[in-house]
C-alpha cells in the first residue's frame, strides 16, 4: 500500500492538512450558528442581499482552478488574518454599544476569533513545510468605524459573518486542490491530503 | 435577476457610501413618544422621494406616515412608541421600492430610565471580602440596557471607589475581593444609568464585622445511637476560616427522610459542634445539613449572616420489629419490592464493595448513590422538556 511506503514528512503534511480540514469543518458550523444568532440579536432578518464591503474578503474569485498553491494559500492567510480584526471589531461594537449585557453571545463571538487565529497559525505552518514564503502580517487601521452609525456597523458585521461562511467552505475546496497539486507533482507525497471536502 | 440600479453599482465601487442618509441617526426616545425621521437619497443615486418606503424592524411602515419633503427626502412620523424589541436597538431602514434594496438605516432606542435601586444587601465570607445585592428599582424593564455601578466610600475620611466584580451573585451584585477596613463604618450607594438618564439610590451604612458570614460546616458525621431506633448523632467542626477571630458561632440542623423534599429544621442548636436528632422514623435513611452563623465577631450586637447548607449527609436509623396499628403490605407485594431492592442493591455491591466490608453502611452509601442517581435522571428528563 502507497500509505506505508510515505515519508516521515510526507505523514506530516497529512497530519497537518488533515487537522486543518477538521478545523474548517468545525468553524464552518460554529459560524453559521454565531451568524443565526447575530441576525436574531441585532433585528436583521439574513436573507438581506448585502453588497460588498469595503476592507471585508471576498471568497468569490475569479478563474479559482488557475491559482497557484502558493497564491491560494497567501490569498486564504490574508483572508483570515483580516478575519482576526473584523471579528475583534465586531466583539468591541456589541461589547460597547449594541449588546453589552450578552455575555454569551460575546463568548461565541471569541470562540470563533480563537477559532481563526488557529486556522491562520496552521495555513502558516503549512506554507512552511510545503515552502511556500509567508506573507507579511499587515495590521489595517479601524479608526473608520467609530464613525459609523450602528445600523451600518450591525449590517457590516453580519456581512463579516457571512463572508467567513463562505470561506470556510472555500478553504476546504483550497485545500483539497492543494492536496491533489501535490500528489501529481511527487509521488512520494502520495495520498497528501486524504480528507475530502464535503460539498454541500 | 433584472439589472442592478445605478446606486447598487456605485455601492460595490465604494461600499462605505449607502445612497441614502437618515437623520437623526441613532436616536434615544422615552416610551409612548412621537418620532420623525428622514430619508434623504443622493442626487447621484438617480432616486427621487416617490421611489422609497420605510420598515420598522422588517415591517413595512403604512404610507400615511410618510411625507414628501422636497424631490429626495421621505419622512416618516411614528407616534407612541414602544419599548424596544431588541437591546441591540430597533432597525429603521430607508428601501428603494425597486427590489426593496437597503439605502440606509438608523437605529432606535427606546425605553425608559432607569428607577432608584432598592433593597442593598452585603455580606462578608470570612471578614475577607464584601458582596453586595440589589433590586433594579421596581419594575427593573427600561427596555434599555443599564449599567450599575456600585461605588463605597469610608465613612468620615474615604474616596469614592468603584467596586469592579458585576454578577458574582445573581444579575444585580458585585463582589469587593480585599482592601476592606474593619471598624470604620462604609457608605455604600448604587448607581444605575442607561441612554435616558440615571438614578441613584439610597445610601446604606455598614461596618464589615456586622455583616459576617462563613462557609457551612464542614466534616459533618451523622452516625446512629448505639441501637436506638429513633435517634440519629450528628457532629460537625466548626468554620475554619474564623478559627482566629473571637465569635460566639450559632448553628441550625435540618433534615428530611430520604423520599419527601420537606426539611425539617432544628433551630435551638448554640454553639455545640453536635447535636442529637430524636423522634425519628425506625429504619428509614435521612438527609441531614448543618449551617452556621457567626454572631458577635469582635462584639458586634448585629444578628449575623447564615452561612449556606453543608452538603446532605446521609444515615439510616436501626430498624425495629413490626410497627403496631401500621398496615403491612400484601405478601406479594412487599417480597417483590425487596426482592428487587435487594437484587439492585447486590449488582451496585458488586461494582463497589466486597464481602469482606459489608455492613448497613454500604447499604446507606447504596441509597444516597440511588437517590443522587433519581435526581440525576430527574434533572436530564426536565432539561429536555425546555
Known amino acids: 500500500m502507497a500509505s506505508s511506503e510515505r515519508h516521515p514528512v510526507t505523514s506530516q503534511h497529512q497530519d497537518s492538512c488533515r487537522r486543518t480540514v477538521h478545523l474548517l469543518r468545525k468553524m464552518r458550523s460554529d459560524v453559521s450558528s454565531l451568524l443565526e444568532s447575530y441576525a436574531k440579536k441585532q433585528g436583521l432578518d439574513q436573507t438581506f442581499n448585502l453588497d460588498s464591503v469595503d476592507g471585508v474578503p471576498l471568497a468569490d474569485v475569479e478563474e479559482w482552478s488557475e491559482i497557484s498553491d502558493a497564491e491560494r494559500l497567501r490569498s486564504n492567510l490574508q483572508a483570515y488574518w483580516a478575519f482576526q480584526i473584523l471579528l475583534d471589531q465586531i466583539l468591541e461594537e456589541q461589547r460597547t454599544e449594541l449588546t453589552p449585557a450578552d455575555v454569551a453571545f460575546h463568548e461565541s463571538i471569541q470562540s470563533v476569533m480563537l477559532q481563526v487565529s488557529a486556522l491562520a497559525y496552521q495555513l502558516e505552518e503549512l506554507m512552511v513545510t510545503l515552502k511556500h514564503n509567508v506573507p507579511a502580517k499587515e495590521v489595517k487601521s479601524t479608526k473608520d468605524c467609530d464613525e459609523k452609525g450602528l445600523f451600518e456597523r450591525k449590517i457590516r458585521g453580519m456581512k463579516v459573518l457571512q463572508e467567513l461562511a463562505q470561506w470556510t467552505v472555500r478553504s476546504v475546496r483550497d485545500l483539497h486542490q492543494i492536496s491533489k497539486s501535490v500528489q501529481a507533482s511527487s509521488i512520494a507525497l502520495e495520498n497528501y491530503c486524504l480528507a475530502q471536502p464535503q460539498e454541500k | ?18 445612497p441614502a442618509i437618515i437623520a437623526p441617526q441613532d436616536a434615544t426616545l422615552h416610551i409612548g413618544a412621537s418620532f420623525t425621521a428622514n430619508c434623504s437619497v443622493t442626487a447621484t443615486s438617480g432616486l427621487k422621494a416617490e421611489d422609497l418606503y420605510w420598515t420598522l424592524n422588517g415591517r413595512k411602515l403604512p404610507a400615511e406616515t410618510y411625507k414628501v419633503l422636497g424631490a429626495t427626502t421621505l419622512s416618516v412620523t411614528l407616534s407612541q412608541l414602544n419599548g424596544s424589541r431588541q437591546q ?23 425605553g425608559l430610565p432607569p428607577e432608584k435601586p432598592t433593597n442593598i444587601s452585603c455580606w462578608s465570607k470570612n471578614l475577607k471580602d464584601l458582596t453586595c445585592r440589589w433590586a433594579p428599582g421596581t419594575e427593573g424593564e427600561t427596555y434599555l440596557h443599564t449599567n450599575y455601578t456600585l461605588k463605597y466610600k469610608l465613612r468620615w475620611y474615604g474616596r469614592d471607589n468603584i467596586c469592579q466584580e458585576y454578577h458574582t451573585a445573581g444579575p444585580y451584585s458585585c463582589h469587593i475581593p480585599k482592601d476592606l477596613a474593619l471598624f470604620t463604618p462604609y457608605e455604600i450607594w448604587v448607581e444605575a444609568s442607561n441612554r435616558l438618564g440615571m438614578a441613584v439610590s439610597d445610601v446604606v451604612m455598614l461596618d464589615i464585622v456586622d455583616v459576617v458570614t462563613t462557609d457551612p460546616p464542614s466534616d459533618v458525621h451523622v452516625s446512629r445511637v448505639g441501637d436506638l431506633e429513633d435517634q440519629l448523632s450528628v457532629r460537625w467542626s466548626a468554620p475554619p ?7 460566639q458561632a450559632k448553628y441550625q440542623i435540618q433534615y428530611r427522610v430520604e423520599d419527601s423534599s420537606e426539611w425539617k429544621v432544628v433551630d435551638n442548636v448554640s454553639n455545640q459542634t453536635s447535636c442529637r436528632l430524636a423522634g425519628l422514623r425506625p429504619g428509614t435513611v435521612y438527609f441531614v445539613q448543618v449551617r452556621c452563623n457567626p454572631v458577635g465577631i469582635y462584639g458586634s450586637k448585629k444578628a449575623g449572616i447564615w452561612s449556606d447548607w ?12 413490626r410497627t403496631p396499628g401500621v398496615c403491612e403490605p400484601k405478601n406479594g407485594e412487599h417480597n417483590n419490592t425487596l426482592r428487587r431492592e435487594l437484587k439492585q442493591f447486590f449488582g451496585w455491591m458488586r461494582k463497589h464493595g466486597t464481602c469482606a466490608n459489608l455492613s448497613i453502611k454500604m447499604y446507606d452509601q447504596w441509597r444516597v448513590a440511588l437517590q443522587k442517581s433519581h435526581k440525576t435522571r430527574n434533572q436530564v428528563l426536565s432539561s429536555d422538556k425546555l
Request: net charge negative.
Open chain 2, 1 to 18: 435577476m433584472n439589472l442592478l440600479p445605478l446606486w447598487l453599482l456605485v455601492l460595490q465601487a465604494d461600499a462605505l457610501i449607502y
Open chain 2, 241 to 247: 476560616a474564623l478559627k482566629d477571630f473571637l465569635f
Open chain 2, 88 to 110: 441591540s436597538g430597533d432597525n429603521l431602514v430607508c428601501h428603494s421600492k425597486e427590489g426593496g434594496s437597503i439605502l440606509a438605516g438608523s437605529c432606535l432606542y427606546v
Open chain 2, 310 to 321: 453543608s452538603n446532605p449527609t446521609a444515615a439510616s436509623t436501626p430498624r425495629n420489629g
